[in-house]
Protein backbone atom coordinates (compact mmCIF):
# COMPACT_ATOMS: atom_id res chain seq x y z
CA UNK A 1 0.00 0.00 0.00
CA UNK A 2 2.91 2.17 1.42
CA UNK A 3 4.74 1.30 -2.02
CA UNK A 4 1.84 2.44 -4.25
CA UNK A 5 1.40 5.65 -3.09
CA UNK A 6 4.95 6.28 -3.16
CA UNK A 7 5.11 4.84 -6.72
CA UNK A 8 1.71 7.05 -7.49
CA UNK A 9 3.60 10.34 -5.87
CA UNK A 10 6.77 9.63 -8.22
CA UNK A 11 4.56 8.93 -11.54
CA UNK A 12 3.05 12.60 -10.64
CA UNK A 13 6.09 14.26 -10.03
CA UNK A 14 7.51 13.18 -12.89
CA UNK A 15 4.44 13.63 -14.97
CA UNK A 16 4.95 17.29 -13.46
CA UNK A 17 8.13 17.55 -14.65
CA UNK A 18 7.44 16.46 -18.02
CA UNK A 19 4.48 19.36 -17.55
CA UNK A 20 6.95 21.49 -16.67
CA UNK A 21 9.69 21.18 -19.41
CA UNK A 22 6.40 21.55 -21.80
CA UNK A 23 5.63 24.40 -20.73
CA UNK A 24 8.88 25.92 -20.40
CA UNK A 25 9.79 24.44 -23.96
CA UNK A 26 6.33 26.40 -25.14
CA UNK A 27 7.31 29.91 -23.27
CA UNK A 28 10.23 30.05 -25.29
CA UNK A 29 8.89 29.30 -28.76
CA UNK A 30 5.91 31.35 -28.55
CA UNK A 31 6.86 33.72 -26.17
CA UNK A 32 8.28 36.98 -28.63
CA UNK A 33 5.11 36.19 -30.60
CA UNK A 34 2.68 36.89 -27.99
CA UNK A 35 4.47 39.77 -26.63
CA UNK A 36 4.52 41.13 -30.57
CA UNK A 37 0.95 40.89 -31.06
CA UNK A 38 0.23 42.90 -27.85
CA UNK A 39 2.89 45.06 -28.60
CA UNK A 40 1.12 45.81 -31.93
CA UNK A 41 -2.19 45.80 -30.60
CA UNK A 42 -1.83 48.04 -27.08
CA UNK A 43 1.54 50.09 -28.78
CA UNK A 44 2.91 50.11 -25.62
CA UNK A 45 5.65 48.36 -24.16
CA UNK A 46 5.45 47.98 -20.56
CA UNK A 47 1.70 46.84 -21.22
CA UNK A 48 2.39 44.17 -23.49
CA UNK A 49 5.33 43.07 -21.41
CA UNK A 50 2.76 43.04 -18.19
CA UNK A 51 -0.32 41.35 -20.60
CA UNK A 52 2.79 38.73 -22.06
CA UNK A 53 3.49 37.82 -18.72
CA UNK A 54 -0.40 37.25 -17.16
CA UNK A 55 -1.28 35.55 -20.73
CA UNK A 56 1.91 32.65 -19.83
CA UNK A 57 1.00 32.75 -16.03
CA UNK A 58 -2.63 31.36 -16.88
CA UNK A 59 -0.87 29.73 -19.18
CA UNK A 60 0.31 27.61 -16.70
CA UNK A 61 -2.24 27.29 -14.21
CA UNK A 62 -4.70 25.94 -17.33
CA UNK A 63 -2.44 23.86 -18.71
CA UNK A 64 -3.50 20.61 -17.50
CA UNK A 65 -6.30 21.61 -19.52
CA UNK A 66 -5.36 22.39 -22.33
CA UNK A 67 -6.31 19.60 -24.65
CA UNK A 68 -4.44 20.21 -27.62
CA UNK A 69 -7.93 20.65 -29.66
CA UNK A 70 -5.94 23.94 -31.20
CA UNK A 71 -2.33 24.19 -31.39
CA UNK A 72 -0.50 25.39 -28.39
CA UNK A 73 0.13 29.15 -30.50
CA UNK A 74 -3.34 29.51 -30.94
CA UNK A 75 -4.57 28.86 -27.20
CA UNK A 76 -2.16 31.05 -25.98
CA UNK A 77 -3.37 33.89 -28.72
CA UNK A 78 -7.26 33.20 -27.56
CA UNK A 79 -5.39 33.62 -23.70
CA UNK A 80 -3.64 36.85 -25.23
CA UNK A 81 -6.62 38.36 -26.70
CA UNK A 82 -8.95 37.97 -24.01
CA UNK A 83 -6.63 39.45 -20.87
CA UNK A 84 -6.03 42.70 -23.74
CA UNK A 85 -9.63 42.71 -23.89
CA UNK A 86 -10.48 42.39 -19.96
CA UNK A 87 -7.51 45.36 -19.57
CA UNK A 88 -8.52 47.68 -22.22
CA UNK A 89 -12.80 46.84 -20.06
CA UNK A 90 -11.73 47.66 -17.08
CA UNK A 91 -9.70 51.03 -18.24
CA UNK A 92 -11.58 54.13 -17.08
CA UNK A 93 -9.53 56.36 -18.76
CA UNK A 94 -9.34 54.45 -21.91
CA UNK A 95 -9.76 57.05 -24.19
CA UNK A 96 -6.97 59.37 -22.97
CA UNK A 97 -4.51 56.22 -22.93
CA UNK A 98 -5.26 55.45 -26.81
CA UNK A 99 -4.72 58.91 -27.57
CA UNK A 100 -2.00 59.51 -25.90
CA UNK A 101 -0.38 56.22 -27.29
CA UNK A 102 -2.16 57.02 -30.96
CA UNK A 103 -0.02 59.90 -30.81
CA UNK A 104 3.34 58.24 -29.89
CA UNK A 105 2.80 55.40 -32.73
CA UNK A 106 2.04 57.88 -35.46
CA UNK A 107 5.07 59.39 -34.64
CA UNK A 108 7.50 56.57 -34.24
CA UNK A 109 5.67 53.43 -36.07
CA UNK A 110 8.01 54.20 -39.25
CA UNK A 111 11.43 54.51 -37.51
CA UNK A 112 11.67 51.00 -36.87
CA UNK A 113 11.15 49.93 -41.04
CA UNK A 114 14.46 47.88 -41.79
CA UNK A 115 16.35 49.89 -44.62
CA UNK A 116 17.59 47.10 -46.56
CA UNK A 117 18.41 47.42 -50.22
CA UNK A 118 16.09 50.45 -50.62
CA UNK A 119 17.54 53.76 -51.55
CA UNK A 120 16.51 56.76 -49.55
CA UNK A 121 13.58 57.94 -50.76
CA UNK A 122 12.43 54.72 -51.28
CA UNK A 123 12.64 54.17 -47.49
CA UNK A 124 11.01 57.64 -47.09
CA UNK A 125 8.14 56.25 -49.06
CA UNK A 126 7.89 52.92 -46.86
CA UNK A 127 8.04 55.28 -43.76
CA UNK A 128 5.09 57.06 -45.26
CA UNK A 129 3.20 54.30 -45.46
CA UNK A 130 3.95 52.41 -42.39
CA UNK A 131 2.76 55.62 -40.68
CA UNK A 132 -0.57 55.20 -42.57
CA UNK A 133 -1.24 51.74 -41.79
CA UNK A 134 -0.41 52.56 -38.00
CA UNK A 135 -2.91 55.18 -38.25
CA UNK A 136 -5.91 53.38 -39.30
CA UNK A 137 -4.56 50.31 -37.07
CA UNK A 138 -4.79 52.41 -34.25
CA UNK A 139 -8.57 53.66 -35.39
CA UNK A 140 -9.60 50.28 -35.52
CA UNK A 141 -12.02 48.49 -33.18
CA UNK A 142 -10.55 46.45 -30.66
CA UNK A 143 -11.84 43.06 -32.29
CA UNK A 144 -10.63 44.57 -35.88
CA UNK A 145 -7.57 45.74 -34.71
CA UNK A 146 -6.84 42.28 -33.26
CA UNK A 147 -7.73 40.32 -36.50
CA UNK A 148 -5.76 42.67 -38.47
CA UNK A 149 -2.82 42.06 -36.47
CA UNK A 150 -3.23 38.02 -36.40
CA UNK A 151 -3.37 38.18 -40.14
CA UNK A 152 -0.87 40.76 -41.67
CA UNK A 153 1.41 40.78 -38.37
CA UNK A 154 1.12 37.52 -36.93
CA UNK A 155 0.49 35.84 -40.57
CA UNK A 156 -1.95 33.60 -39.29
CA UNK A 157 -4.30 31.36 -41.24
CA UNK A 158 -8.11 32.30 -41.25
CA UNK A 159 -9.45 28.95 -39.56
CA UNK A 160 -6.42 30.11 -36.66
CA UNK A 161 -7.71 33.71 -36.34
CA UNK A 162 -11.35 32.21 -36.11
CA UNK A 163 -10.23 29.75 -33.29
CA UNK A 164 -7.98 32.01 -31.31
CA UNK A 165 -10.79 35.04 -31.37
CA UNK A 166 -13.48 32.80 -30.99
CA UNK A 167 -15.46 33.93 -33.71
CA UNK A 168 -16.37 31.76 -36.90
CA UNK A 169 -14.41 32.12 -40.03
CA UNK A 170 -17.06 34.22 -41.86
CA UNK A 171 -17.01 37.08 -39.30
CA UNK A 172 -12.90 37.10 -39.26
CA UNK A 173 -13.34 37.53 -43.06
CA UNK A 174 -15.85 40.31 -42.84
CA UNK A 175 -13.90 42.23 -39.94
CA UNK A 176 -10.45 41.80 -42.19
CA UNK A 177 -12.20 42.91 -45.47
CA UNK A 178 -13.44 46.40 -43.64
CA UNK A 179 -10.31 47.01 -41.82
CA UNK A 180 -8.04 46.71 -44.84
CA UNK A 181 -10.65 48.89 -47.11
CA UNK A 182 -9.60 51.63 -44.25
CA UNK A 183 -5.84 50.83 -44.76
CA UNK A 184 -6.48 51.13 -48.90
CA UNK A 185 -8.76 54.19 -48.18
CA UNK A 186 -6.30 55.61 -46.17
CA UNK A 187 -3.04 54.94 -48.70
CA UNK A 188 -5.48 56.45 -51.49
CA UNK A 189 -6.29 59.80 -49.83
CA UNK A 190 -2.28 60.44 -49.11
CA UNK A 191 -1.38 59.49 -52.79
CA UNK B 1 -0.26 35.42 -54.13
CA UNK B 2 -0.08 37.67 -51.12
CA UNK B 3 -2.38 37.71 -48.27
CA UNK B 4 -4.39 40.47 -49.35
CA UNK B 5 -5.23 38.46 -52.53
CA UNK B 6 -6.53 35.65 -50.39
CA UNK B 7 -9.86 37.62 -48.91
CA UNK B 8 -9.67 40.68 -51.02
CA UNK B 9 -9.93 39.44 -54.67
CA UNK B 10 -12.19 42.01 -55.83
CA UNK B 11 -9.57 44.95 -55.78
CA UNK B 12 -6.11 42.48 -55.45
CA UNK B 13 -5.06 43.97 -58.71
CA UNK B 14 -3.17 46.54 -60.08
CA UNK B 15 -1.00 48.87 -58.59
CA UNK B 16 -3.19 49.95 -55.83
CA UNK B 17 -3.08 45.85 -54.61
CA UNK B 18 0.59 46.27 -55.11
CA UNK B 19 1.10 49.22 -52.83
CA UNK B 20 -1.11 47.53 -50.25
CA UNK B 21 0.65 44.68 -50.66
CA UNK B 22 4.36 46.35 -50.24
CA UNK B 23 2.26 48.68 -47.52
CA UNK B 24 2.03 45.82 -45.06
CA UNK B 25 4.71 44.05 -45.64
CA UNK B 26 6.44 47.16 -44.34
CA UNK B 27 3.91 47.50 -42.01
CA UNK B 28 4.78 44.21 -40.93
CA UNK B 29 8.38 43.94 -40.90
CA UNK B 30 8.32 47.56 -39.21
CA UNK B 31 6.04 45.68 -36.19
CA UNK B 32 8.62 42.61 -35.83
CA UNK B 33 11.49 45.36 -35.72
CA UNK B 34 10.43 47.08 -32.96
CA UNK B 35 8.53 44.33 -31.02
CA UNK B 36 12.18 42.62 -31.47
CA UNK B 37 13.94 46.09 -30.01
CA UNK B 38 11.23 46.46 -27.68
CA UNK B 39 11.41 42.74 -26.14
CA UNK B 40 15.50 43.04 -25.60
CA UNK B 41 14.85 45.89 -23.68
CA UNK B 42 12.43 44.51 -22.14
CA UNK B 43 14.20 41.92 -20.39
CA UNK B 44 17.33 44.06 -19.95
CA UNK B 45 14.65 46.73 -18.02
CA UNK B 46 13.39 43.44 -15.79
CA UNK B 47 16.97 42.54 -14.94
CA UNK B 48 18.11 45.96 -14.24
CA UNK B 49 15.25 46.34 -11.91
CA UNK B 50 16.65 45.06 -8.91
CA UNK B 51 19.94 47.55 -9.26
CA UNK B 52 17.95 50.10 -9.82
CA UNK B 53 15.57 49.40 -6.60
CA UNK B 54 19.07 49.53 -4.72
CA UNK B 55 20.14 52.86 -6.50
CA UNK B 56 16.64 54.13 -5.31
CA UNK B 57 16.92 52.74 -1.93
CA UNK B 58 20.81 54.01 -2.06
CA UNK B 59 19.33 57.67 -3.00
CA UNK B 60 16.57 57.59 0.10
CA UNK B 61 19.04 56.48 2.55
CA UNK B 62 21.71 59.53 1.54
CA UNK B 63 18.65 61.56 1.37
CA UNK B 64 17.84 60.62 5.26
CA UNK B 65 21.40 60.66 6.29
CA UNK B 66 21.64 64.61 4.45
CA UNK B 67 18.73 65.67 5.67
CA UNK B 68 19.68 64.39 9.02
CA UNK B 69 22.99 66.21 8.82
CA UNK B 70 21.72 69.17 7.31
CA UNK B 71 18.63 69.00 10.55
CA UNK B 72 21.68 68.12 13.17
CA UNK B 73 23.87 71.08 11.64
CA UNK B 74 20.69 73.71 12.20
CA UNK B 75 19.91 72.64 15.54
CA UNK B 76 23.38 72.85 16.47
CA UNK B 77 23.65 76.34 14.57
CA UNK B 78 19.87 76.95 16.31
CA UNK B 79 21.51 76.17 19.93
CA UNK B 80 24.81 78.17 19.43
CA UNK B 81 22.67 81.21 18.26
CA UNK B 82 20.35 80.55 21.16
CA UNK B 83 23.17 80.76 23.27
CA UNK B 84 25.05 83.80 22.16
CA UNK B 85 21.08 85.62 22.09
CA UNK B 86 21.16 84.45 25.62
CA UNK B 87 24.86 85.69 26.49
CA UNK B 88 23.86 88.73 24.82
CA UNK B 89 20.80 89.33 26.55
CA UNK B 90 23.07 88.81 30.19
CA UNK B 91 25.77 91.31 28.86
CA UNK B 92 23.04 93.78 28.50
CA UNK B 93 21.38 93.42 31.71
CA UNK B 94 24.84 93.82 33.00
CA UNK B 95 25.61 96.85 31.78
CA UNK B 96 21.83 97.99 32.37
CA UNK B 97 22.23 96.93 35.96
CA UNK B 98 26.00 98.72 35.85
CA UNK B 99 24.54 102.19 34.57
CA UNK B 100 21.97 102.05 37.36
CA UNK B 101 24.49 101.77 40.02
CA UNK B 102 26.52 104.13 38.94
CA UNK B 103 23.68 106.79 38.66
CA UNK B 104 22.65 105.34 42.07
CA UNK B 105 26.38 105.98 43.31
CA UNK B 106 26.67 109.61 41.74
CA UNK B 107 23.06 110.32 43.15
CA UNK B 108 24.46 109.49 46.38
CA UNK B 109 28.28 111.52 45.79
CA UNK B 110 25.72 114.55 44.89
CA UNK B 111 23.31 114.20 48.12
CA UNK B 112 26.39 114.23 49.90
CA UNK B 113 28.09 117.01 48.52
CA UNK B 114 25.64 118.92 49.02
CA UNK B 115 24.96 117.89 52.58
CA UNK B 116 28.91 118.48 53.04
CA UNK B 117 28.07 122.37 51.69
CA UNK B 118 25.12 122.49 53.91
CA UNK B 119 27.51 121.75 56.99
CA UNK B 120 30.76 123.23 55.92
CA UNK B 121 29.34 126.87 54.90
CA UNK B 122 30.64 129.96 57.36
CA UNK B 123 28.35 131.45 59.31
CA UNK B 124 29.04 134.82 60.45
CA UNK B 125 30.04 135.22 64.21
CA UNK B 126 27.99 136.61 66.60
CA UNK B 127 31.18 138.38 68.12
CA UNK B 128 32.68 139.51 64.45
CA UNK B 129 32.00 143.10 65.06
CA UNK B 130 33.33 143.17 68.57
CA UNK B 131 36.37 141.50 67.07
CA UNK B 132 36.56 144.28 64.17
CA UNK B 133 36.24 146.66 67.09
CA UNK B 134 39.43 145.68 68.65
CA UNK B 135 41.13 144.63 65.85
CA UNK B 136 40.62 148.66 65.15
CA UNK B 137 41.51 149.66 68.70
CA UNK B 138 44.83 147.57 68.72
CA UNK B 139 45.74 149.24 65.53
CA UNK B 140 44.84 152.77 67.18
CA UNK B 141 47.24 151.82 70.00
CA UNK B 142 50.08 150.94 67.71
CA UNK B 143 49.97 153.65 65.87
CA UNK B 144 50.05 156.35 69.19
CA UNK B 145 52.95 154.26 70.76
CA UNK B 146 54.81 155.00 67.71
CA UNK B 147 53.97 158.74 67.79
CA UNK B 148 55.03 158.89 71.63
CA UNK B 149 58.36 157.63 70.98
CA UNK B 150 59.14 159.62 68.11
CA UNK B 151 58.53 162.90 70.39
CA UNK B 152 60.76 161.81 73.16
CA UNK B 153 63.69 161.54 70.78
Redesign the interface.
Known sequence: MAAGVTLNAMRMTTAEEIADEEFTAIVTRHR?RI??FL??SSRD??L??TLTQECFLKAHRNWASFRGESTAMTWLMRIAINLQKDHWRNRRVQFWKQARTYAVDVNE??E???SGERSAEQQLL?RE??R???KV?AELSERQRSIF?L???E?ME?GEIARATGLSEGTV?AH??RA?TR??AE??EKR | MS??DE??GV?GVGD?AG??D???R??????????????G??RTA?AAAAPNWRLAAGWALGCVLIAGGASAGVWGHHRQEMKAAAARVAEHERLAAEQRMQLAREEDEDLLARVDSDVAREVPSALEPLAQLMAADESRYERNQKKSSSSSF
Open positions: AFRLSVDAEAGWLPARVQVSVLRYVELKLSVVRLG | LMENDSELEALDYRLSVHAWSEAAYRAA
